[in-house]
């Protein structure tokens, strides 16, 4: 008898406590955005395309729908650790080798362009300005550096130049100061 | 109980938080006259020597300036002019390693002085009968930045639109070592209350709070028998305490209020101004008289003779210690500013600017280095002496783990980077370093993130542009089409000329269609190959032409003109390799005519004739080739009829001839078939 | 000539952890000396003891953990745990007592938390507590003061007795326990739990003659000692004021409490703050920067919280004296009491108030 009381008592309570918690997960469900979004806001936005998807937002969702996490090169670790926190997994390597150590802008030398537009074509972000058979050149601010522009140019004349370093950017790095003899 | 203004009034003063006592130092050169310092063989001039941007510049090299002549002008309100600060030549233009902690190079203008130190106009202004934006313009125009230490422009604090109450004149000087205001402040007292005066009339506070720290009394008598004629200036000696000179800390102490986070002194009505700032304001309005000099402070124990030094804005710190007596030593620190919040040296040619007010030479034993970083032993001495208010040993493990989120949360954002954590760390953690770093990153990050957000926008925009077009020429397509079939029925005759060109319209999209994607690499690569080719030309031709340069620069044109010439005719060459190479001859076509036609664009006569040249052999070869005789016909005559337009004579009889000699070939070949 | 390159400040106060520790060190002497003679010198061959274990465990770990040895085993914070475990033992207990506690305290209270900095608990107290649990005999035979003490002991037979639990003379340590009058002796905390268990009332027991003084024979001036070194690094700013004043209120005003209310059961609280290691605790191992609170409030509240947990533990505890739990206890609340009291910045608005 008191085996079966207390089946019941705890048959009836799992129901009750599951009915709670089922209704609080509708009730106070945390509005938040969807993960794609949240995965997006993750990501550089250079829209190169290194991750083999065409641009940033396919890659978001290919992530949600779970693709590997370690695909952004101009990420580097720092968005690899943000995605591994986000998505809850073991932050990986990168998967390309070389990660482009420092921010680089495309630039275009001036008088070699022959001004076929082919550049402008592959600007995911619209960064280079020109028109057909006229000198084409790149807005440094907006470029993202993604290196597409690069192999369509029929004949080399783009070039990826590190962001020169200014003392608005410095980091404090004191060991890189050339210390200079003098006399 | 009193107002805030009544106990101002009647002398109260407030306390910060923490602060540190380092020793002071200042007896060697407070005490000693300003010593007038020689004109140095160069004066190096950085262009932006303020927060803001640099201005435009308005001379050249080579340039004979006067002294106090302006150098750079402002095109907008953020941008302060540097000035002559005697007459000489400018004889360069150049980067030169910058008084920055990093040391980067910047652009400086070279002045050579002449000696005769010869004055441009002047006109001094009479505040009387002026109104505020002449002597703002004023002040802008004659360069004046604070001289605290920051360089904010003077005329955007001077000319602050919000209501005033307190007028601050920071006299405070509380880093050990430096006396040059104090030094300043025994020389010229009454100008520098000139000065105030002017600030006055622009600001129109309630009243001015001058602060001292109370080890300089003879300043201190100075100053008050100056303001003595001003019921409204108050001198406050404030207590020896490192950093009471900090802009928020001597707002405390003067009036007790708290400039909220991220808000500027402005919000709360006060306005601060260094006491170097405002003998500069009254040497500018009153006697025109730019700032192309300051007063800086040359100390440490490596120096004979220690001492305040009038010196010109661009004299190289080499010559500052020179003329003091320095005795270098084995790895010798030079310090630009105080030992707290100083930066080292790493060239003696840093030139003094606006804002330097003392160059430390000490010796190894005055300030030892810092030993080796130990570990944190959590006794927060360093949340005791931070006038902030901080938690460093927080802030060190989270600037340590890269966590940004809490180093914000942690208000990294409010440390004035005073240094006194370091100071009193007896593990000796350089804790502002890992600070600098940690802001650094946290900046860094938010031009990224912001400019991400960009990108996508613009990544976003243009992927809607392209959809929105890629509709457009569909509808467009379908309606020319609909049109097309109209007019045909309506017409129901057939023109054979029409036919002609759609039958090669289609044949040409037909190849077009043929082309797979590795030939279009294959192209891509071959052009490549071109370009490289063209630059190592282009490198060969330009190191012949060396000597020739070197010696004329008029020769540039000529040398040019050869390295197009033969660009064209390796791109000719390569094109010709194409065509044989391929099928196709209708991209072929279409490629020559695009290229050839821009070179031409670009390049004098002689590339013309050569291409002309060489894109009729070319054709030749093609023609000999190509079964489709209509379509090179076609072009052919088309072409050279163009060149002949832009060309002269030669050229023209050069694209007859091979027009003539394609025909022949044309015909050739038609007879043979 | 070369210029060389640093971050600012180029000054510094030319004070450092070593010059901490060892001003700590200093200040523990006094109160030594006087331990040494009124309980005998076992507690300068405990010292001993402890020291060289102290600085062989620390560089083994130092080496196994690969950090560089010198500077951190000459940073003196492992030679103040062990200064800080040695006198806290009884002086005569046998000689693997202090070996084991000492290295615990520096393997896996310190060394193992990621060395100087980084433990959560106070290793002294926490290897005192090991102690205390596992060897519970040993760590209870403190000797009569000396006053009382029926054989007076030479330091060679302090070392004697440490080694082998016999002095020279032959005598056990449970024969040196017994005071003048025969009866086995044990600190008067220890006394008057026992007594106090036992019915009788404080009035009787403090006819014992353990209790000369106010706190008991000798621990009075070993307790004034200490409160004379803690006063010292208060007043050169090694340790803050907040945290022995906070212990020492918090004691007081409960054990006051707890007098008033009923003076037969309670003892006084003169007797609570000079009895025991009231005062070493306070000045010497509350205060131990890396396990203690940080900001200022907590200070306060992280040592109103050791003297009320001494004062329950003392009074309805098991345990005679309670400090090393107290502490123990009070380390584990320091991440919270720190998140807690953190301080406004300069230009923020209070927490919690309205904008």
């Not at chain 2, 505040?127 to 934006?133: L, P, Y």
């Not at chain 2, 720290?213 to 490192?242: F, G, N, T, W």
């Not at chain 2, 942690?410 to 802001?439: F, T």
């Not at chain 2, 289609?506 to 490289?532: G, M, N, P, V």
Request: glycine share 6%.
């Amino acid at each position: 008898m008191t085996l079966i009381t207390a089946l019941l008592a705890l048959g009836v309570l799992a129901l009750l406590f599951g009915a709670l918690l089922g209704y609080s997960a509708i009730r106070f469900k945390v509005e938040s955005d969807p993960l794609v979004e949240q995965i997006d806001d993750i990501l550089p936005q250079t829209q190169c395309g290194q991750c083999g998807y065409p641009g940033c937002r396919p890659y978001a969702e290919a992530i949600a729908n779970g693709d590997d996490i370690n695909k952004c090169p101009p990420g580097g670790e720092a968005t690899i650790k943000k995605l591994a926190e986000l998505m809850g997994v073991e932050a990986k390597p990168l998967n390309a080798a070389q990660e482009p150590a420092v921010k680089r802008v495309a630039f275009i030398r001036e008088d070699e362009c022959i001004g076929c537009t082919k550049c402008i074509q592959a600007c995911p972000v619209d960064a280079i300005l020109g028109a057909s058979k006229l000198m084409h050149t790149v807005i440094a601010e907006e470029c993202t550096g993604c290196d597409l522009c690069v192999e369509p140019c029929p004949v080399d004349c783009i070039d990826m130049i590190p962001i020169p370093v200014t003392p608005e950017r410095w980091k404090w790095d004191l060991q890189a100061i050339p210390v200079k003899l003098v006399e | 109980m009193p107002s805030l203004f009544q106990q101002i009034q009647a002398g109260a003063l407030w306390d910060f938080h923490g602060g540190v006592h380092p020793p002071v130092r200042k007896t060697q050169t407070s005490s000693k006259p300003i010593a007038n310092l020689p004109l140095p063989d160069r004066l190096y001039l950085p262009v932006r020597q303020h927060i803001g941007v640099a201005g435009q510049l308005s001379i050249t090299t080579g340039e004979r300036v006067l002294k106090g002549q302006a150098l750079t002008f402002a095109d907008n309100s953020m941008v302060v002019p540097v000035h002559a600060p005697t007459s000489g030549t400018i004889i360069a233009i150049t980067e030169h390693t910058s008084p920055h902690p990093s040391a980067l190079p910047e652009t400086v203008i070279v002045l050579e002085p002449d000696g005769a130190d010869e004055w441009r106009p002047r006109q001094p202004l009479n505040i009387v009968s002026c109104d505020n934006q002449t002597i703002l313009e004023r002040i802008q125009d004659n360069g004046i930045a604070g001289m605290g230490g920051a360089g904010f422009p003077t005329h955007l604090k001077a000319g602050m639109s919000q209501p005033v109450d307190y007028l601050i004149i920071n006299a405070v000087e509380c880093e050990p070592y430096i006396s040059a205001d104090d030094a300043l402040m025994q020389e010229a007292p009454t100008t520098i209350v000139k000065g105030i005066d002017i600030l006055c009339k622009l600001l129109n506070p309630k009243a001015v709070l001058i602060g001292i720290e109370d080890d300089k009394p003879i300043a201190i008598a100075a100053l008050k028998a100056a303001c003595s004629q001003r019921e409204h200036y108050y001198v406050r000696e404030v207590p020896v305490k490192y950093p009471s000179g900090g802009e928020k800390q001597l707002i405390q102490l003067l009036t007790n209020k708290e400039v909220p986070a991220g808000r500027r002194p402005a919000d709360i009505g006060i306005v601060m101004q260094n006491v170097g700032t405002a003998f500069a304001v009254a040497q500018a309005v009153l006697d025109d008289h730019p700032l192309i000099s300051r007063i800086v402070t040359v100390t440490g124990e490596t120096l004979v003779h220690p001492q305040n030094v009038h010196a010109l804005i661009g004299t190289p710190v080499a010559a500052l210690l020179d003329f003091c007596g320095f005795q270098a030593e084995q790895r010798q620190k030079v310090i630009m500013g105080g030992p707290m919040m100083g930066f080292t040296l790493p060239d003696l040619s840093v030139p003094v600017v606006k804002t330097t007010n003392c160059i430390l030479a000490p010796t190894a034993t005055e300030l030892p280095d810092a030993g080796p970083e130990l570990d944190c032993i959590r006794c927060s001495s360093c949340a005791d002496a931070c006038p902030a208010t901080l938690l460093p040993q927080q802030l060190l493990w989270y600037s340590k783990a890269k966590d940004h989120d809490k180093l914000q949360e942690y208000n990294l954002a409010d440390c004035i980077e005073c240094g006194a954590c370091a100071y009193v760390c007896p593990s000796e953690i350089p804790l502002v370093q890992y600070y600098r770093i940690a802001k650094a990153d946290i900046r860094e990050q938010q031009r990224e993130a912001l400019k991400a957000e960009q990108a996508k926008a613009r990544f976003e925009a243009r992927n809607a542009r392209l959809e929105a077009e890629k509709q457009a020429r569909l509808a467009r397509n379908q309606q020319l089409a609909a049109a097309r079939e109209q007019a045909q029925q309506q017409s129901g005759a057939t023109n054979a000329v029409a036919d002609a060109l759609t039958r090669i319209k289609t044949k040409q999209a037909e190849h077009a269609a043929e082309k797979t994607r590795e030939q279009i690499l294959a192209e891509r690569e071959q052009k490549k190959q071109q370009a490289r080719d063209y630059q190592a030309q282009k490198a060969a031709s330009a190191k012949q032409d060396e000597p020739t340069q070197g010696a004329l620069s008029a020769d540039d044109s000529s040398a040019t003109k050869n390295a197009a010439v033969a660009a064209a005719i390796a791109r000719a060459k390569a094109k010709k390799e194409q065509a044989a190479l391929t099928a196709d001859t209708a991209t072929t076509n279409a490629s020559d005519t695009e290229q050839p036609g821009n070179s031409e664009a670009i390049d004098p006569r002689q590339a013309a004739v050569a291409a002309a040249i060489a894109r009729a052999k070319a054709k030749k070869e093609q023609a000999a080739l190509t079964t489709d005789t209509a379509t090179t016909n076609a072009s052919d005559t088309e072409q050279p009829g163009n060149n002949e337009a832009i060309d002269p004579r030669q050229a023209a009889v050069a694209a007859a001839i091979a027009r003539a000699k394609a025909r022949k070939a044309t015909a050739k070949l038609e007879g043979e078939e | 000539m070369s210029f060389k390159i640093a971050s600012s400040p180029h000054h510094h106060n030319q004070r450092s952890t070593a010059g901490l520790m060892k001003l700590v060190t200093l200040a523990c002497i006094p109160g030594i000396a006087l331990q040494a003679v009124f309980f005998g010198y076992g507690v300068l061959v405990q010292l001993v003891l402890a020291i060289c274990t102290a600085w062989l465990a620390e560089a083994v770990m130092l080496w196994l953990r690969g950090k560089s040895i010198l500077p951190r085993l000459t940073d003196h914070s492992a030679l103040v745990t062990a200064v800080l475990l040695a006198i806290s033992i009884p002086p005569y207990a046998p000689w693997w007592l202090v070996v084991i506690g000492t290295a615990f305290a520096i393997i896996f209270v310190k060394q193992l938390y990621g060395g100087l900095g980084n433990n959560l608990f106070n290793p002294a107290m926490a290897a005192y507590v090991l102690l205390l649990i596992s060897f519970p005999v040993q760590m209870t035979q403190w000797l009569p003061p000396l006053p009382l003490q029926a054989v007076t002991l030479s330091p060679l037979d302090a070392v004697c007795a440490v080694f082998t639990q016999y002095s020279c003379s032959g005598f056990s340590i449970t024969q040196l326990q017994q005071g003048i009058d025969g009866s086995t002796l044990a600190t008067p905390l220890d006394t008057l739990r026992t007594d106090l268990a036992q019915g009788l009332t404080l009035t009787e027991s403090y006819s014992k003659p353990v209790y000369q003084s106010i706190a008991g024979a000798g621990w009075l001036w070993v307790n004034l000692a200490y409160l004379a070194g803690g006063l010292f690094l208060v007043q050169q700013k090694i340790i803050s004021w907040r945290i022995p004043t906070a212990v020492i209120v918090s004691l007081f005003l409960l054990s006051a409490l707890g007098w008033l209310a009923a003076a037969d059961a309670n003892p006084s609280p003169l007797f609570h703050l000079f009895s025991g290691a009231t005062m070493l605790a306070a000045f010497f191992i509350a205060t131990d920067p890396v396990s203690a609170s940080t900001t200022d409030k907590g200070r306060l509240y992280y040592g109103a919280l050791i003297g009320a947990l001494v004062f329950v533990i003392r009074t309805f505890g098991g345990y005679p004296d309670a400090f090393a739990f107290a502490v123990l206890l009070a380390n584990m609340c320091v991440p919270l009491i720190d998140y807690y009291t953190r301080p406004r910045t300069y230009g923020h608005k209070a927490k919690g108030s309205t904008k």
